[in-house]
């Protein structure tokens, strides 16, 4: 009997949390499973309910405290110490253990388990710098990246960033044990994908938004992070637009007591389609974040994204389909104001652009592609071969 490659999976959340990263674990997770011998143990706080079960993966939900998410809008849970050393004895029994993020707590303390254990390490990083308009929170990450990042990175077996401009940043003070990979998050093509023209405008009119009046979506949560004060201003300064915001968090777009702004905040997965689709433009004035998840899943469906620069240059081979501006400076919302309305000119080639975003995405994003690079390295670190269901006997 083959014995299933033991992977044990560590986040500072579970995806129903909503949180790019956490999504971005899951679905890489399912499609691991689905795809090799390969079974996951998922760490992760109990903040949350649990995702719906899949076959292949088991969940170990921590007990934590999130008073720092809460009351400071930083997603950074705190782990109880008894529970920590549950992760020991999982660890003990995993062949592999996969960090999504260093510098979490429980991810800490799983790295420094695993490395005590003499347990390969991988580190999916998804997050650079962000600069914070909090001058604290701004060099207290700065300084942990060039110390405890450059610490730990530098001693997991395998590096895998999802963003170039995140590689980037890491590569100038990182030396890494093996040539660090970037490696794009995937997309479920059944839940995000495009339609034609006459099947976008059926939806426009049964969505009830206006016909005549331009459409643009935010997508993620209602943070500083996000560039929802970016977006504020332009929405004032664009009347004219129907603004979506589909999402959560601490500020609220139905305050501003604008005509023009519409708030979904149950919208995930399959139900934020239509409004990808319906959408004329995808407008995510965010930084410090690689590449968002949600940028994948607009373009899948068609619609043109409006992004900072940092954000474009974080997949450079898409960057000619975005629409890229500076999300620092005195003069942000004039350059912001001005790409639109630039974009708003384009008219008749806004239909073409749909056609490029949606056949890029379709081409060059799925999980499945995700997965089998993942799987490599697995492959690589272990000296196995997962195709041939080669790993040991139970």
């Given at each position: 009997?083959?014995?299933?490659?033991?992977?044990?999976?560590?986040?500072?959340?579970?995806?129903?949390?909503?949180?790019?990263?956490?999504?971005?674990?899951?679905?890489?997770?399912?499609?691991?499973?689905?795809?090799r011998e390969i079974n996951i143990q998922w760490v992760a706080s109990n903040t949350d309910p649990l995702p719906e079960r899949v076959e292949g993966i088991d969940y170990l939900p921590i007990p934590a405290n999130n008073w720092i998410e809460k009351n400071l809008q930083i997603p950074y849970p705190i782990w109880g110490i008894r529970s920590l050393f549950e992760l020991w004895g999982e660890i003990a029994r995993s062949d592999m253990i996969h960090l999504h993020d260093?510098?979490?707590?429980g991810n800490l303390i799983a790295f420094f388990w695993a490395k005590i254990q003499r347990k390969p390490i991988l580190i999916t990083q998804h997050i650079g710098f962000i600069p914070y308009k909090n001058p604290l929170f701004r060099g207290l990450l700065s300084f942990l990246n060039r110390t405890l990042g450059k610490f730990v990175l530098q001693r997991a077996n395998r590096v895998v960033f999802i963003s170039e401009v995140v590689q980037q940043y890491f590569a100038k003070q990182v030396r890494f044990q093996h040539p660090s990979m970037m490696i794009a998050n995937g997309l479920d093509g059944e839940i995000f994908f495009s339609v034609d023209e006459s099947k976008r405008q059926l939806l426009r009119r049964e969505s009830r938004f206006s016909m005549e009046r331009p459409l643009f979506l935010f997508v993620g949560r209602f943070v500083e992070k996000k560039g929802l004060l970016i977006v504020q201003e332009l929405v004032q300064r664009f009347p004219d637009i129907n603004w979506v915001f589909a999402g959560w968090g601490s500020i609220a777009p139905e305050s501003w007591n604008l005509a023009n702004v519409s708030v979904f905040r149950d919208r995930a997965q399959s139900t934020l389609t239509p409004l990808?689709?319906?959408a004329d433009l995808l407008v995510l004035p965010s930084c410090g974040e690689g590449f968002p998840l949600v940028v994948q899943e607009a373009m899948a469906c068609g619609t043109p994204v409006m992004v900072g620069s940092e954000?474009?240059?974080?997949?450079?081979?898409a960057a000619h389909l975005m629409v890229a501006c500076e999300v620092e400076g005195t003069d942000v919302i004039e350059r912001w104001s001005e790409k639109i309305q630039q974009f708003l000119g384009k008219g008749s080639t806004q239909t073409q652009l749909r056609t490029d975003v949606a056949d890029f995405a379709r081409e060059h994003w799925s999980w499945n592609k995700t997965a089998v690079r993942?799987?490599?390295?697995?492959?690589?670190?272990?000296?196995?071969?997962?195709?041939r269901s080669s790993y040991g006997e139970a």
């Open positions: 009997m083959q014995k299933k490659l033991r992977i044990l999976l560590v986040t500072h959340y579970y995806s129903t949390h909503r949180g790019g990263v956490e999504i971005v674990a899951g679905k890489l997770a399912q499609s691991l499973c689905q795809q260093y510098l979490y707590m990808y689709q319906i954000t474009a240059q974080a997949y450079s081979r993942y799987c490599e390295i697995f492959e690589k670190e272990l000296g196995i071969d997962l195709a």
